[in-house]
C-alpha cells in the first residue's frame, strides 16, 4: 500500500470512528440533563415562518428537544396521521375545522384556535398589469387572455380549496355571476352547482387545469417562488405569506376574504366536496393546532404549544401578518393539558 | 449445466465465495423492502392493483414517465456522446473544470435545480421566452419533464460513456487511420462499436435517473402528472391503498424495461 492510499485509509477510519467519539464526549458531559426527545410538528406550510422563530426560542430554553417541522399542505399533513399511521407530536392546521372534521374522536380530542389569516391575490413589480390591479378589477385582470395565475391543489391545501370559494363569493359581492365560471370553470374541472342560495363547489380527483391560463400546485407557498420569478403573474395566498416573502398583494372585501367572524354567515353559504368526498365549508380562515393522541412526546408538546399561545407566540405571530387570538380559544378546557389552561378561553 | 459450471467455479475460489455472501446482504435489503411494497399490493390489495390498471390516468402517466425520459435519454446520447469522446480522448486545459461541472447535477438538490431550470425555462425566462417563440413550453408540459431529466440525468451517461472510448486503445484508431480510414470512419466503425457496452449501460442509467426524479420535475411541471407526482397526490389524497398499488406496476415496469436492455445489450453488439 502506498502512502497515499494509507492516509486515505486512516481518514476513512477515522470518518467511521467520529461519531462513537462524539457520543462518549456529549453523554459525558451532559449526565444529570434528561433524556433527548424529537419533537415531531406536522403543520400548514404557511405557519412554516412563524413556527421556524417558535422552534427557535423552544429550542434556546429546552436544549434536551429537538423540533422537527414538517410542513405541508394542511390535509396531507392530517392525512399523514389518519392514514399512514405516523406518530407526531403535534398537529397544526391552517384550518381549524379538519382537527374536529377528520381527527376527532379517534386521533384528538381537543383543539386551541391560535391565530387568523385572510385570503389575498398576490403579485410581483414583473407581473402583468402589476400597475393596474386593485380590490375592483382583479377578476377582470385574471380574466384577461395573456396572465397566468395560480392556486394550490385544493386536494390537499385549504388555501387551494379557499380559493374557489373566494372566487365564488366575490360574484355576489361584485354582482357579477360569470366570475366563477369564467375563471374556475371553464380553466379547470372544478364546477359549481346552487342548491337553493348555497353553492358547492366540486373538485375531482384530477384538476385538468388549462396551463396556458392556470397553474397548480400542491401547496400555496411552492407558488411563492415562482410568483417572484416572474413566471406567474398571480397567486392565491394568505395575507401572511404576502407578508413573509415581500410580495404584492390585492387586499379584497370583508365579505369574501374569509378573515371575518361577522361575515361567518355570508362565508357559509359556499362549500367545497374535495375529491375524497368531504365537505368543507367556507369559515373564517382560523389556525388550529392539537396534540394528537398517539403522540409520542404529549409532555414536550404541551410545552411547545404553551410557546405558541403565549407572549413569545404572540409577538412572533403578529410580526408574521397572522393576527395571533388572545386568548387563544379552545373547545373543551377540559381536556387540554392542565399547564395550557390559563391562556385559553373556551369557545 | 450452467449452475453446476459457476458452483465448481466458486468452490475454487473461496474468496469469491466470501465476497459473494457479503454481497447478498445488500441484495437480501432491496429485494426485502420490493418484496415487502410488492407482496402487500398484489396479494393483499388485489382489487386496488385491478383498479389502477383500470386508470387511464395512471397508465398515462407511467407512460409519459417512461416516454420523456427516453426523449432525455436521447437527447443525453446525441450531444453527451462528442462530449464523451473529447473527454476521453484528449488532455486539455480546464478539462476538470468541464468534468466538475458535469457532475455537479448528481450533488446539488433537486428541488434547487427544478427552481434553477423554472427561471431559465419559464415562459418569461432567457431561454424559455426564446423556446415559446418556436411553439415550445416548458412550463407546465412534458418538455419540462424532459429537460429537468435530462438535467439530472445526464451525468451517468456522458460518464459511462467516457469509461468506454477510454477503454478503447487509441492504436486502433491509429491503425485504421494508417489503413487508409477517415477519422470520422474510424470513430463510427472501430471506436463506437467497441464502446457500445458502455454507451447501452449509462442510457440504461440515465433512463433509470430519469424515471425516478421527482423533486426537479415537479417544481417546472407539476402537469402534465408523471408517475412519482401522481403517487405523491394519491398517497396526500388516499393514503398507501392507493398509491402503493401505482409504485408496484411503476416498478414492474421498469424492471421488464431493465431486463429488456440488459438482455438486448449482452446478445453480440
Redesign the interface.
Known amino acids: 500500500m502506498n502512502k497515499k492510499n494509507m492516509i486515505l485509509m486512516i481518514s476513512i477510519c477515522l470518518l467511521l470512528v467520529a461519531p462513537l467519539f462524539s457520543g462518549c464526549i456529549s453523554s459525558d458531559e451532559k449526565e444529570e440533563e434528561p433524556e433527548p426527545v424529537t419533537l415531531k410538528v406536522l403543520h400548514a406550510g404557511s405557519l412554516t415562518s412563524p413556527f421556524e422563530k417558535i422552534e427557535a426560542e423552544f429550542e434556546a430554553d429546552y436544549p434536551y428537544v429537538d423540533v422537527q417541522l414538517e410542513p ?2 394542511s ?2 399533513c392530517v ?1 399523514k396521521i389518519i ?2 399511521g405516523i406518530e407526531a407530536d403535534i398537529l397544526a392546521s391552517a384550518d381549524y375545522t379538519l382537527i374536529p372534521s377528520m381527527m376527532m374522536p379517534d386521533y384528538a380530542d381537543w383543539y386551541i384556535l391560535f391565530a387568523s389569516n385572510e385570503m389575498v391575490l398576490t403579485y410581483s413589480e ?1 407581473s402583468k398589469y402589476a400597475d393596474e390591479i386593485d380590490a375592483d378589477n382583479w377578476y377582470d385582470i385574471l380574466r384577461r387572455d395573456d396572465v ?1 395565475w395560480a392556486f394550490s ?1 385544493p ?2 391545501d385549504p388555501c387551494g380549496y379557499r380559493t374557489p370559494m373566494v372566487i365564488q363569493l366575490a360574484e355576489a359581492a361584485y354582482g357579477d355571476d360569470q366570475i366563477f365560471e369564467d375563471l374556475i370553470e371553464s380553466y379547470s374541472s372544478i364546477y359549481a352547482e346552487e342548491q337553493s342560495g348555497n353553492y358547492i363547489i366540486t373538485t375531482p ?2 384538476l385538468a ?1 388549462d ?1 396556458d391560463h392556470l ?4 401547496k400555496s407557498v ?1 407558488l411563492v ?2 410568483v417572484l ?3 406567474l403573474d398571480y397567486a392565491w395566498e394568505y395575507i401572511s405569506v404576502a407578508v413573509q416573502n415581500g410580495l404584492d398583494y390585492v387586499r379584497l372585501p370583508k365579505s369574501i376574504n374569509l378573515s371575518s367572524v361577522a361575515y361567518a354567515d355570508d362565508y357559509n353559504k359556499v362549500s367545497v366536496v ?3 368526498g368531504k365537505s368543507k365549508s367556507a369559515n373564517p380562515i382560523v389556525y388550529g393546532v392539537t396534540v394528537p393522541l398517539n403522540a409520542p412526546n404529549s409532555d414536550v408538546a404541551a410545552l411547545f404549544i404553551e410557546y405558541i399561545i403565549n407572549e413569545v407566540g404572540q409577538g412572533i405571530f403578529e410580526l408574521d401578518g397572522q393576527p395571533p387570538m388572545v386568548p387563544a380559544g379552545v373547545n373543551d378546557i377540559e381536556l387540554v393539558p392542565e399547564t395550557l389552561k390559563e391562556y385559553l378561553e373556551q369557545i | 449445466m450452467r449452475y453446476v459450471e459457476i458452483t465448481n467455479s466458486m468452490r475454487k475460489n473461496p474468496l469469491s465465495c466470501i465476497f459473494f455472501l457479503i454481497g447478498l446482504v445488500i441484495i437480501l435489503f432491496v429485494v426485502a423492502t420490493l418484496f415487502n411494497l410488492i407482496f402487500k399490493t398484489l396479494f393483499l390489495n388485489m382489487e386496488g392493483f385491478r383498479d389502477i390498471l383500470n386508470d387511464p390516468a395512471v397508465i398515462s402517466s407511467i407512460w409519459l414517465t417512461m416516454y420523456t425520459s427516453f426523449l432525455a435519454t436521447l437527447i443525453a446520447m446525441v450531444l453527451g456522446i462528442p462530449l464523451a469522446y473529447v473527454l476521453a480522448r484528449h488532455d486539455f486545459f480546464g478539462k476538470q473544470i468541464i468534468e466538475s461541472f458535469i457532475d455537479i447535477p448528481v450533488i446539488i438538490p433537486h428541488t434547487v435545480a427544478g427552481i434553477a431550470l423554472f427561471s431559465l425555462l419559464m415562459k418569461r425566462g432567457a431561454i424559455g421566452g426564446f423556446f415559446e417563440s418556436i411553439g415550445i413550453v416548458f412550463q407546465d408540459s412534458m418538455w419540462g419533464i424532459v429537460a429537468a431529466m435530462l438535467f439530472v440525468s445526464y451525468p451517468f451517461f456522458v460518464n459511462a460513456a467516457k469509461d468506454g472510448f477510454a477503454s478503447v486503445n487509441p492504436n486502433l484508431e491509429k491503425v485504421a487511420r494508417t489503413l487508409g480510414a477517415s477519422q470520422s470512419h474510424a470513430f463510427f466503425h472501430v471506436t463506437l462499436p467497441l464502446s457500445v457496452r458502455h454507451i447501452v449501460s449509462g442510457a440504461i442509467m440515465s433512463w433509470a435517473r430519469g424515471v425516478s426524479e421527482f423533486g426537479a420535475v415537479v417544481v417546472i411541471a407539476y402537469y402534465p402528472m408523471i408517475a412519482s407526482t401522481l403517487i405523491l397526490y394519491r398517497f396526500n389524497t388516499g393514503g398507501l391503498a392507493e398509491s402503493q398499488p401505482i409504485a408496484v406496476l411503476l416498478i414492474i415496469m421498469c424492471f421488464i424495461t431493465f431486463l429488456a436492455f440488459r438482455l438486448a445489450s449482452k446478445k453480440k453488439w
Do not use: K
Open positions: 405541508a399542505g390535509v396531507a392525512n392514514e399512514t414583473n397566468l391543489n386536494n390537499l380527483e384530477d387545469p396551463t397553474t397548480i400546485r400542491d411552492d417562488s415562482m420569478e416572474g413566471g374535495t375529491c375524497d
